[in-house]
Nanobody, 120 residues
Framework: QVQLVESGGGLVQAGGSLRLSCAASGRTFSRYAMAWFRQAPGKEREFVASISARAGSTYADSVKGRFTISRDVAKNTVYLQMNNLKPEDTAVYYC??????????????WGQGTQVTVSS
């Protein structure tokens, strides 16, 4: 069993930066692929970034070059560094964990989400 708690969201101006954190409980954290998804109002949840158990990463085209996903196994934490934020990045961001890194929403565990709002 894995529990995920996101933090670090907030309100920023366009062009600003935020770093989201996802703290995981459970001794199996290092074996899971981790991912970030986001859901904007009125839209479907979409893939943002993923990182495998061996730290290989994948990004959605919309965030590539601006966002960086990383993990600290010792701290049981995954991060999403978000730079050059745009208003279209506004969404609730969710951390997810599963056995396989995928761009689909097929993950076993999900956090409660953290709100990111980017003003113009």
């Amino acid at each position: 069993q894995v529990q995920l708690v996101e933090s670090g969201g907030g309100l920023v101006q366009a062009g600003g930066s935020l770093r989201l954190s996802c703290a995981a409980s459970g001794r199996t954290f290092s074996r899971y692929a981790m991912a970030w998804f986001r859901q904007a109002p009125g839209k479907e949840r979409e893939f943002v970034a993923s990182i495998s158990a061996r730290a290989g990463s994948t990004y959605a085209d919309s965030v590539k070059g601006r966002f960086t996903i990383s993990r600290d196994v010792a701290k049981n934490t995954v991060y999403l560094q978000m730079n050059n934020l745009k208003p279209e990045d506004t969404a609730v961001y969710y951390c997810a964990a599963g056995w396989v890194a995928t761009m689909s929403s097929n993950y076993d565990y999900w956090g409660q989400g953290t709100q990111v709002t980017v003003s113009s």
